[in-house]
């Protein structure tokens, strides 16, 4: 609404002062000629008179029907292309179709109409040479039986110059040229094209098959390595063979950015495969007048949208992704075809759109090619069920689509003008030239005139910012592949993205590894998803709300939608408690969700064991990667050494998803971050994969050590410039603009990209979760979470637990029991004191009392912490017994090279009181100790010895 108060008023502002006047003068498609009811139908009237033309023109030339009228008609096709006039009336048809739906002729359609002429030129011209060349004194007639006008014109002086094979050389060229001209290719573009072509053709990995195609390949068995167990079979190829590993897949993945390869279409052009698409494009532009899509509405198109789709049926991971492969291009036709509203262009004819163009993202024919590779690379993942059945993977339709993606609209529109009126009013010579529409935001690109310093752009920021009314624009300097000047500007008619269009897209459907999530859409529209397995670990970080347990369950459901239990196996922490209980039960688990955060530290220490194992299983068979050891299991490659029981079977992969990091660091700090930074610093290639996010983004939480191992970041808005850098190391996470919008930072890369986050609504995860849980329970691991320690504080420390900790330390430190030493070093009353030995008795810290004499210390000093935290009731008790027996021996084996030696003392080091021997002396009453004095009494009868005197 802002931007079209904006329109209006700048509008008139136009016409009523001089400079804004002066503007625009020049603009013959001011708003106010555009308003005349002549203008508005004269381009239609002309459509129509050319249509009737070319009817009457096809009536004549190809069935002879015509009235009087029939030699002038005939003259008309014929006279100027000759015997090409039979043509005519398919190509005035086609003009004035055009001249309907496109309101208005941008580069692409000249480009073409030069082509087609180019192509007329040559082709009447070669007929006018291999007719023999007529000439016009000859008569008309005889033109019209050769190459017509045209032909003549440019037939006639070649042959008569460079006789007739000189002339046909020439045309070849001419036919050559106007083909690339219409093609909008180069040759060495076109070359390119064909070398891929062929490489797919013969299955050559550098060609257009992907990673996952030849990762998933066949196995081969090698005469040599197959037949040791001992040795590493030799595979097809292996993890680490993939040069630029990239974790992000864009839908339109195959085209580079700003090398002119990318078709740029007007916004009134796109195409529409399927009438019924046509109509979920209505559905989606009356959503798109409304403001950014509320959950309780995506809710309601989620279930309108899984009601019209076809019944679930069962099918195997394996048959299901082979099926899908061809219906994910008219998918995602639907979505990025639907949308156009006739009222959209017709309210944008009031600027001269012939340079703003919208990109919109290529619907690529599913390749024949990748099929056979991908239903064997998927049929590897066929689950057995207890029952002899199969696991049946979740049908796309649980997941029910979205709004269409507009390419225009006339918000977009009332932009750019804003911006074309900021510039002038500040006397900068920059234009916009093109806008690339987003989900959530819409990426104006600004080229700059001849000398005007970048920096006079960047510096307009706030006046566009106030201009467009939106504080949250972004400037790109420039656009990342390209000599422009970007503009994020968030759009006021924002759309939804589904998490079931994203899956449905090419570029999640060409990808058949089972960690493949759907991020989102990027700033241009295509579908964006990422590969967890080359993330490898994952930073989530944005201020609440702004979606990241939305991203998160976009993840989990895209892992359940695509991976069996087999494949995947998820740890879930979740201490905020209500976030993923919903995944309650799923069979993918492999421990329950867990909700306390002292667990979820163990959980962490568990999977560093788990990678540990991993690793050592990698190290005996000879692999550097789960993936290559998985296949080479799969290929029965890998084979127990003799005589062991073991039967070895695939791991997989195992993904960790905490969904508050913060809660984690401020239980146990120092543990969590040891076990963060060695699981992200080797987990890789053991497939364990983190996904840590916090509504916190500060140091105490990522800090240094996190952040440094890792790699890939995913950033939602932040509240300030510096959450943003502690999650990016860049600014930028500030300007977005919420609920789902975030920056992703890939492995290794210096600039982020924009995406409006999937999304996915409760309802469907339900039927997702429903779904895989009817099929399987899941088996937990035992070991994960040791379970609890029964809590040992109890009523009886009640408020002392600080003095008791401190006279724990004092005696195990000392080794000395002593309850005088309490009373003096804690000063403390007698009762409490003695109190405080008890307790540190029943929980066999001293042994019992022997009189006046000290107790036995039963806890070595170097058991002190792990004392210490079970008294707090924070961890299993001490394993005293071990530990005196071997301090008692003291026999401690001597210390590998390098590790530290671990000095054993004496339980009995101390023969006397250390304390200036006053272990003897009748124990006082107390002193400086009044005010506890009833409650020590108090105290001292709760340990059930009665009164002490
Ligand atoms: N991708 C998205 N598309 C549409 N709306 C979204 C998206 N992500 C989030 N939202 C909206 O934002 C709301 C908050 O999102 P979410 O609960 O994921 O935020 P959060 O960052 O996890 O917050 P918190 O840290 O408080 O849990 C959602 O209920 C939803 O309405």
């Known amino acids: 609404m802002a931007n079209r108060r904006n329109t209006s008023s700048s509008a008139s502002s136009g016409s009523g002062r001089g400079r804004g006047?002066?503007?625009?003068?020049?603009?013959?498609?001011?708003?106010?000629?555009?308003?005349?009811?002549?203008?508005?139908?004269?381009?239609?009237?002309?459509?129509?008179?050319?249509?009737?033309?070319?009817?009457?023109l096809g009536l004549r030339e190809w069935f002879g029907i015509s009235g009087t009228a029939g030699a002038f008609l005939h003259h008309i096709a014929a006279g100027p292309v000759g015997?090409?006039?039979?043509?005519?009336?398919?190509?005035?048809?086609?003009?004035?179709?055009?001249?309907?739906?496109?309101?208005?002729?941008?580069?692409?359609?000249?480009?073409?109409?030069?082509?087609?002429?180019?192509?007329?030129?040559?082709?009447?011209?070669?007929?006018?040479?291999?007719?023999?060349?007529?000439?016009?004194?000859?008569?008309?007639?005889?033109?019209?039986?050769?190459?017509?006008?045209?032909?003549?014109?440019?037939?006639?002086?070649?042959?008569?110059?460079?006789s007739s094979v000189g002339a046909f050389i020439l045309f070849i060229l001419l036919v050559a040229f106007s083909a690339l001209v219409v093609s909008g290719k180069t040759i060495a573009e076109l070359r390119e094209i064909l070398i891929q072509r062929r490489a797919a053709l013969l299955g050559d990995p550098d060609g257009?098959?992907?990673?996952?195609?030849?990762?998933?390949?066949?196995v081969r068995r090698t005469g040599a390595g197959g037949d040791d167990p001992g040795s590493t079979a030799l595979l097809d190829s292996y993890d680490g063979d993939e040069a630029f590993r990239s974790a992000l897949e864009t839908e339109g993945g195959g085209r580079k950015r700003g090398n002119g390869r990318r078709k740029r279409v007007s916004a009134g052009e796109q195409p529409s495969l399927d009438p019924a698409l046509d109509q979920a494009g209505d559905e989606a532009t009356s959503l798109l007048d409304e403001p950014f899509v509320e959950p309780e509405s995506t809710t309601r198109i989620a279930s309108h949208g899984s009601s019209q789709s076809a019944p679930a049926l069962r099918r195997s991971p394996a048959k299901r992704r082979a099926q899908d492969e061809p219906a994910a291009a008219a998918d995602q036709a639907a979505s990025q075809t639907a949308g156009e509203d006739p009222d959209v262009i017709s309210a944008a004819q009031s600027w001269d759109f012939d340079a703003i163009t919208a990109e919109t993202p290529e619907v690529s024919a599913p390749q024949v090619t990748e099929e056979p590779d991908l239903a064997d690379a998927i049929a590897m993942s066929d689950m057995a069920l207890p029952d002899g059945t199969t696991y049946s993977l979740p049908e796309d339709a649980l997941l029910g689509p979205g709004p269409g993606h507009s390419t225009r609209t006339p918000a977009n529109d009332a932009v750019v003008e804003a911006l074309q009126n900021v510039f002038a009013e500040f006397n900068v010579?920059?234009?916009?030239?093109?806008?690339?529409?987003?989900?959530?935001?819409?990426?104006?690109?600004?080229?700059?005139?001849?000398?005007?310093?970048?920096?006079?752009?960047?510096?307009l920021e706030k006046n566009i910012a106030y201009a467009v009314a939106s504080d949250e624009i972004r400037l790109l300097t420039p656009i990342p592949g390209k000599s422009a000047i970007g503009i994020e500007i968030p759009n006021s008619d924002r759309e939804m993205v589904k998490l079931g269009d994203v899956l449905r897209s090419q570029a999640a459907k060409k990808q058949s590894h089972p960690l493949v999530v759907g991020l989102g859409k990027n700033v241009e529209g295509d579908y964006v998803v990422t590969n967890l397995a080359k993330t490898p670990h994952l930073l989530?970080?944005?201020?609440?709300?702004?979606?990241?347990?939305?991203?998160?369950?976009?993840?989990?459901?895209?892992?359940?939608?695509?991976?069996?239990p087999q494949e995947v196996r998820m740890v879930l922490v979740d201490p905020k408690r209500v976030e993923l209980t919903i995944y309650e039960g799923i069979p993918h688990l492999i421990t329950p969700i867990i909700t306390s955060p002292k667990k979820a530290a163990e959980a962490l220490e568990w999977v560093v064991r788990e990678m540990d194992a991993r690793y050592d299983d990698l190290a005996s068979f000879g692999y550097k990667h789960i993936d290559d050891f998985n296949k080479a299991v799969r290929a029965g490659d890998v084979q127990p050494l003799p005589g062991s029981q073991r039967e070895v079977s695939p791991y997989p992969y195992l993904l960790v998803v905490v969904d508050e990091l913060a809660d984690l660091m401020m239980t146990a700090p120092k543990d969590v971050e040891a076990s963060i930074q060695r699981i992200t610093q080797l987990a890789r290639a053991a497939g364990i994969h983190l996904i840590l996010a916090t509504q916190r983004p500060v140091a105490q939480v990522v800090t240094g050590l996190i952040k440094s191992n890792v790699p890939s970041r995913l950033a939602f808005a932040t509240a300030s410039q510096l959450d943003s850098r502690v999650i990016l190391d860049?600014?930028?996470?500030?300007?977005?603009?919420?609920?789902?919008?975030?920056?992703?930072?890939?492995?290794?890369?210096?600039?982020?990209?924009?995406?409006?986050?999937s999304w996915v609504t409760e309802t469907e995860i339900r039927s997702v979760v429903d779904h895989v849980k009817a099929q399987l329970t899941p088996e937990y691991?035992?070991?994960?979470?040791?379970?609890?320690?029964?809590?040992?504080?109890?009523?009886?420390?009640?408020?002392?637990?600080?003095?008791?900790?401190?006279?724990?330390?004092?005696?195990?430190?000392?080794?000395?029991?002593?309850?005088?030493?309490?009373?003096?070093?804690?000063r403390v009353g007698f009762a409490k004191a003695g109190r405080l030995m008890d307790l540190l008795e029943s929980r066999e810290v001293v042994g019992p009392s022997e009189g006046s004499k000290a107790r036995d210390v039963l806890v070595q000093p170097e058991q002190l912490e792990e004392t210490l935290a079970w008294i707090r009731g924070d961890g299993a008790a001490p394993d005293q017994g071990e530990s005196q027996a071997d301090s008692q021996a003291d026999q401690a084996p001597e210390p590998a090279a390098g590790e530290p030696r671990t000095v054993s003392l004496p339980a009995n080091r101390y023969a006397t009181d250390p304390l200036e021997g006053e272990a003897d002396l009748p124990e006082s009453q107390s002193w400086e100790d009044d005010a506890a004095e009833e409650d020590s009494q108090d105290a001292w009868s709760l340990t059930g010895r009665g009164p002490s005197w």
Request: include cysteine; charged fraction near 15%.
């Open 21 to 56: 006047a002066s503007a625009h003068a020049p603009d013959p498609h001011a708003p106010g000629s555009q308003s005349l009811p002549g203008a508005r139908y004269r381009r239609t009237g002309w459509a129509f008179a050319i249509l009737g033309l070319a009817g009457m």
């Open 83 to 162: 015997v090409l006039g039979i043509i005519v009336p398919l190509l005035l048809g086609a003009l004035g179709v055009s001249m309907l739906r496109v309101h208005h002729m941008g580069a692409l359609h000249a480009r073409v109409a030069v082509g087609c002429l180019g192509l007329l030129t040559a082709l009447t011209g070669m007929i006018q040479v291999g007719s023999g060349n007529p000439r016009l004194a000859d008569g008309i007639a005889g033109l019209e039986e050769a190459g017509g006008i045209l032909g003549w014109l440019v037939g006639y002086p070649l042959v008569v110059l460079f």
């Open 208 to 218: 257009t098959d992907t990673l996952a195609q030849r990762a998933l390949g066949r």
């Open 429 to 459: 010579d920059a234009t916009v030239t093109g806008y690339t529409r987003g989900p959530q935001v819409t990426r104006y690109e600004v080229a700059r005139g001849r000398g005007v310093n970048v920096s006079r752009i960047t510096g």
């Open 540 to 564: 989530v970080a944005g201020q609440t709300g702004s979606g990241k347990s939305s991203f998160v369950n976009s993840m989990i459901t895209s892992i359940m939608m695509r991976a069996t």
């Open 730 to 757: 860049q600014n930028g996470a500030e300007t977005l603009t919420g609920q789902g919008d975030a920056l992703y930072l890939g492995p290794g890369a210096s600039s982020t990209v924009r995406i409006q986050g």
């Open 781 to 826: 691991r035992e070991d994960v979470v040791v379970p609890e320690v029964k809590k040992q504080i109890d009523e009886e420390i009640g408020d002392d637990m600080d003095l008791l900790l401190q006279a724990a330390e004092l005696i195990i430190t000392s080794q000395f029991g002593s309850t005088s030493m309490l009373q003096r070093k804690l």
